[in-house]
């Protein structure tokens, strides 16, 4: 899924800060990195400024540049220097190795289909020293699993800087045999009741369970997979693991 102007700047006001708790989670994670971090799937700002603002050597990469742009006028904003790339996290290629690589706040869940996740775990591996670190953290939407809510429509409405109201409606469909869910979006700019802009896109969010995932990792070449934390954030709640990259082969 692509996030072009409206879906950035409705995800830009609502997700606008990481809490607390997650920036001072990350810092202390990162705290012996020596090297360059790279944070793929970056999005608006939301904990790249704040760990940019930190010390940190962090880079960013996603693949709107909308996003990448609200972040760079972030970083400009706070007189920071921020270097981004405009890729798909799986067709990642940059001329550089990492220490480590982060894909946080439940983004990894966003590549689809599964084939493509499997390719930019594969990718991100070959963008890691030797030893690197990858960070990557999954949820589980249990409500689709334990209650009957396979259907779930919202509706929200948001001011932004400029004063202009975005809506934003959301259908969402899941599948806990193919664990996903389908969410249609529609983002609506309105004046009074004018619609002036709309945008619309559908996200296909994945999950993978605790097994699944580190058979994945090991299966691709990563090591030492624990989990770092429970239940990070809000809406939804994280879990965060780390794992190694193993071996010098690609
Ligand atoms: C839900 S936002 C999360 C952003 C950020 N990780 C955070 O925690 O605020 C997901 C981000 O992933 C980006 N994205 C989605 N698919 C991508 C892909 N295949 N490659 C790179 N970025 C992608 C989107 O543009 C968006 O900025």
């Given at each position: 899924?692509?996030?072009?102007?409206?879906?950035?700047?409705y995800y830009d006001i609502v997700k606008a800060h990481a809490?607390?708790?997650?920036?001072?989670?990350?810092?202390?994670?990162?705290?012996?990195?020596?090297?360059?971090?790279?944070?793929?799937?970056?999005?608006?700002?939301?904990?790249?400024?704040?760990?940019?603002?930190?010390?940190?050597?962090?880079?960013?990469?996603?693949?709107?540049?909308?996003?990448?742009?609200?972040?760079?006028?972030?970083?400009?904003?706070?007189?920071?220097?921020?270097?981004?790339?405009?890729?798909?996290?799986?067709?990642?290629?940059?001329?550089?190795?990492?220490?480590?690589?982060?894909?946080?706040?439940?983004?990894?869940?966003?590549?689809?289909?599964?084939?493509?996740?499997?390719?930019?775990?594969?990718?991100?591996?070959?963008?890691?020293?030797?030893?690197?670190?990858?960070?990557?953290?999954?949820?589980?939407?249990?409500?689709?699993?334990?209650?009957?809510?396979?259907?779930?429509?919202?509706?929200?409405?948001?001011?932004?800087?400029?004063?202009?109201?975005?809506?934003?409606?959301?259908?969402?469909?899941?599948?806990?045999?193919?664990?996903?869910?389908?969410?249609?979006?529609?983002?609506?700019?309105?004046?009074?009741?004018?619609?002036?802009?709309?945008?619309?896109?559908?996200?296909?969010?994945?999950?993978?369970?605790?097994?699944?995932?580190?058979?994945?990792?090991?299966?691709?070449?990563?090591?030492?997979?624990?989990?770092?934390?429970?239940?990070?954030?809000?809406?939804?709640?994280?879990?965060?693991?780390?794992?190694?990259?193993?071996?010098?082969?690609?």
């Amino acid at each position: 899924m692509i996030y072009e102007d409206l879906s950035t700047q409705y995800y830009d006001i609502v997700k606008a800060h990481a809490l607390p708790e997650e920036v001072s989670f990350y810092q202390k994670i990162l705290k012996n990195t020596k090297g360059t971090i790279l944070y793929g799937m970056c999005g608006s700002g939301r904990l790249l400024i704040p760990l940019l603002q930190s010390g940190f050597d962090i880079e960013g990469l996603d693949a709107s540049s909308y996003m990448l742009n609200r972040s760079r006028e972030r970083a400009e904003k706070e007189g920071l220097h921020l270097v981004l790339y405009k890729q798909s996290i799986d067709g990642i290629s940059i001329n550089k190795k990492y220490d480590v690589i982060m894909i946080v706040g439940g983004s990894f869940q966003l590549i689809y289909p599964r084939k493509n996740a499997i390719k930019a775990l594969q990718l991100v591996k070959c963008h890691l020293k030797e030893g690197g670190k990858l960070l990557i953290d999954i949820f589980i939407p249990w409500e689709f699993l334990y209650e009957d809510r396979e259907k779930e429509e919202f509706r929200h409405i948001v001011k932004n800087e400029s004063g202009e109201q975005i809506l934003f409606t959301r259908s969402c469909i899941a599948n806990k045999h193919k664990q996903l869910f389908i969410s249609q979006n529609t983002y609506q700019k309105l004046i009074g009741n004018r619609v002036i802009k709309m945008e619309k896109n559908k996200m296909t969010v994945l999950w993978y369970y605790h097994h699944e995932l580190v058979l994945l990792l090991q299966s691709i070449g990563y090591s030492k997979i624990k989990i770092l934390k429970k239940k990070l954030g809000k809406n939804p709640e994280l879990t965060v693991y780390e794992a190694i990259r193993s071996g010098i082969f690609c």
